[in-house]
């Protein structure tokens, strides 16, 4: 965690590990415990601490839902996930999710040449 922090600040962030670790159960507890450390240090600078821990939550949890979700389109992608990922899997998640960036930028890319010559 970060120094200085007050101790009842690190006693609500440890209370806020254990809900996530207990709620993303599917992650190592090593990476649920990097993830609140990762968000909780974008606080650094706050000077208004009292809510710190319920935004830390919040978003550590976004971030740990977006990490499922992206596991169950890598599951769906061929090989099965059991434990750690393999090369291959995030090899072809990697290769969907560039596929998927490239098709909507050129569909906007379209969208606008073709508000460019109407108008």
């Not at 596929?99 to 909507?104: A, L």
């Amino acid at each position: 965690m970060v120094a200085g922090v007050p101790q009842e600040e690190r006693a609500q962030m440890d209370a806020v590990q254990r809900r996530l670790v207990q709620k993303y159960a599917e992650f190592p507890h090593d990476h649920v415990a990097a993830v609140v450390q990762h968000v909780h240090a974008r606080f650094n600078q706050s000077t208004v601490r009292d809510y710190v821990p319920l935004l830390v939550e919040r978003r550590a949890s976004e971030e740990l839902s977006k990490s499922t979700a992206g596991q169950t389109v890598v599951a769906k992608a061929g090989r099965a996930v059991a434990g750690s990922e393999t090369v291959g899997v995030r090899q072809k998640f990697f290769k969907w999710w560039w596929q998927r960036i490239r098709e909507e930028v050129g569909a906007g890319e379209k969208a606008s040449r073709g508000r460019a010559v109407g108008t």
